[in-house]
């Protein structure tokens, strides 16, 4: 599968984004799809992740919950990242990732090494 990340921009502190990820090929449902970031002289590091067949199973790292959203629209084979009231810490470059090592009570993992295709990358900067 080929995963296609878009929506990056410069933001203000306070403003929001919506980042977008388009995913090519077969089987998208099957997927547990994911957002990771990588600032500057950081690591990739897991921002959200949503399970391959429950849409309310989502998880988000500590920095990021309660201001990003994931959410996917399975017909539009995309995923979606919302991101409100940003932080000049938010000022990275966006992937999204998608796992299909899926199956009926696989686990919905957290760590690079378990996402199986990246996008490109889309680059958010927020100002202060």
């Known amino acids: 599968v080929q995963l296609q990340a878009s929506g990056g921009g410069v933001v203000q502190a306070g403003g929001n984004l919506s980042l977008s990820c388009v995913a090519s090929?077969?089987?998208?449902?099957?997927?547990?799809m994911a957002w990771f970031r990588q600032g500057l002289s950081s690591e990739r590091e897991f921002v959200a992740a949503?399970?391959?067949?429950?849409?309310?199973?989502?998880v988000y790292s500590d920095s990021v919950e309660g201001r990003l959203t994931i959410s996917r629209d399975v017909a539009k084979h995309s995923v979606y990242l919302q991101m409100n009231s940003l932080k000049p810490e938010d000022t990275a470059v966006y992937f999204c990732?998608?796992?299909?090592?899926?199956?009926?009570?696989?686990?919905?993992?957290?760590?690079?090494?378990?996402?199986?295709?990246w996008g490109q990358g889309t680059q958010v900067t927020v100002s202060s």
């Open positions: 090929g077969r089987n998208f449902a099957t997927y547990n």
């Open positions: 949503m399970y391959w067949s429950d849409d309310d199973t989502v």
């Open positions: 990732a998608a796992d299909g090592n899926t199956y009926e009570g696989s686990e919905l993992k957290f760590t690079r090494e378990a996402y199986d295709y």
